[in-house]
């Protein structure tokens, strides 16, 4: 069995090739989208065009995001929507500023970690009303908005109600992962009437519509945030929650907020590096990337041994302390400068054996999921890095009557072990895997760019900056590169990294490379589809255009005029 999956390893590691071209890596699926005016880059291409669409109409690049977001939620029902969370990090030209956004939602205030513990739960469900928080996302865009915004809301979600009504040609990828979603989600009251009209989810092609979504955005439109979350909507919401044994109530919507925070940033071989604090894990990218510094990653050479060695090592670290201290901050104060310190960083260096795979590591001893990521740029010079998602896919299957949207099940990522820096408290933000990421050089923007997939965001977002800095290549061969990804860390819920995790290496790696990481240790194991959507913009200051890119893992489009 071994040879077998030695073979088949060998064999794929020769496949991950584009057709031949004459420009560009080996593996890159084409070259990079070119603009003066405006750019967006989307998981789908409905979405990319009706940024587009907002741009050209005079909106700039915030009231482009949160219209193509409303459409992604519509159209990518298994990755976000509105019934999720939103963090977004914006590049204002005005005050040539990065501006954080927090809009993650909270716990309800009524369930308690002593109602698990008396009802035996080990850790929190992934399905069902149990792991619901308060969605954040709608409250994200009119945040966005109100600070930023030129466009009118009703002119921004215009679009999104509009295919909701009419209905859209559901993408193959997608068709693929609403009828795994519906597998487990429709037992749940609410799913098969929004998802499943003709008694299944919709096949490649086929039009969808979703007039229950598309009312509930006409509300918000007319209505604004408070018509989501007070009143009909939040009424609807909370009924159905409590109907079916779960704790989310009218006075948990009505008191969410948004918030403005800072990002903070390593300078990674003269580039800043940009990402939001715990909540999230964004601050493991910024560990890694200081790990690494201290290493010739050009010299090793993408690809090579002593690079999947050296990355693989160095995330193990970041991971460990991702799992000990990343939580809501209001609750538990992250250490995050000592955790991004280069002191730190050299400390944490010297625990990597050049030669051998690390089984476990020790958190340090401080003296102190499914996502859709896209991004948008105007002519004024304003970037969005914006990131959205239910969480599993579709989300917690708890879809209420008439609204079009399912509730996310972010809950799941609370600890249920007492004293843990993320355990399950009342009104308490849980740890967050989706993050969004920029990147600026000498002041002035440069690239803003994400990917989407769980635990896979911070290794993606380290592997996207190591290929554009260290390895030079483009911005669309830095998505389109074979990824590491490594699974089996210590988890933010309470789990522990055993034997050393398992590493997963995308098609395209060289099977003498694999041949060596198996013997320094490294378990290696076969992924299909965990590795990311990667979506990108990068600002040229010397030819004053735009640069998007989009990979072909998802349906995503980049596309400028």
Known sequence: MRKLFIAALCLAAFTLQAQDRITGKKFATRSEVIAQHGMAATSQPLATQVALDILKKGGNAIDAAIAAN???????????????????????????QLYGLNASGRSPYGLSLEYFKKNGYKKIPSHGPLPVSVPGAVDGWFEMHGKFGTMDMQEILQPAIDYANNGFPVSELIAWYMERGALTLQKFPGFKETYMPNGRTPGKGEIFRNPGLGSTLDKIAKGGRDA???????????????????????????????????????NYRGYDVWELPPNGQGIAALQMLTILEGFDLKSMGFGSTEYVHT?????????????????????????????????YAAERR???????????????????????????ADKDGNMVSLIQSNYRG????????????????????????????????????????IIPAFITKDGKPWVSFGLMGGATQPQGHAQIVINLIDFGMNL????????????????????????????QLET??????????????????????????????????????????????????????
Request: proline share 4%; net charge negative; glycine share 12%.
């Open 70 to 96: 409303a459409v992604l939620g519509l159209v990518e029902p298994t990755g976000n929507g509105i019934g999720g969370d939103l963090f977004a990090i914006i590049w204002d030209s005005k005050t040539e």
């Open 228 to 266: 989501f979350y007070k009143g009909e909507i939040a009424k609807t919401i909370a009924d159905y929650m409590q109907q079916l044994g779960g704790f989310l109530s009218e006075r948990d919507l009505a008191e969410h907020t948004s918030d403005w925070i800072e990002p903070v940033s390593v």
């Open 311 to 343: 990355f693989t090592e160095a995330k193990k670290l970041a991971f460990e302390d991702r799992a000990k201290f990343y939580a809501d901050m209001d609750f538990y104060k992250t250490p995050v400068q000592e955790l991004i310190s280069e002191e």
């Open 350 to 376: 010297l625990l990597i054996n050049p030669s051998r795979a690390g089984r476990s590591y020790p958190a340090g001893q401080l003296k102190d999921g499914d996502t859709i990521y896209m991004t948008v």
């Open 394 to 433: 579709m989300g917690s299957g708890m879809t209420p009557p008439g609204l079009g949207f399912i509730l996310q099940d972010r809950g799941e990522l609370f600890s249920l072990e007492e004293g843990h820096a993320n355990v399950f408290e009342p009104h308490k933000r849980p740890f967050h895997t």
């Open 476 to 503: 669309q061969e830095a998505g389109d590169a074979p990824r590491i990804l490594h699974n089996g860390s210590s988890q933010p819920t309470g789990g522990v990294m055993t034997n050393g995790g398992v590493l």
């Open 508 to 561: 395209g790696f060289d099977y003498e490379v694999i041949r060596e990481l198996i013997k320094m240790g490294h378990k290696i194991s076969w992924n299909v589809g965990s590795y990311g959507g990667y979506q990108a913009i990068m600002w040229d200051d010397v030819n004053k255009v735009y640069y998007g890119a989009s990979e072909s893992r998802k349906d995503g489009q980049a596309a400028g005029y």
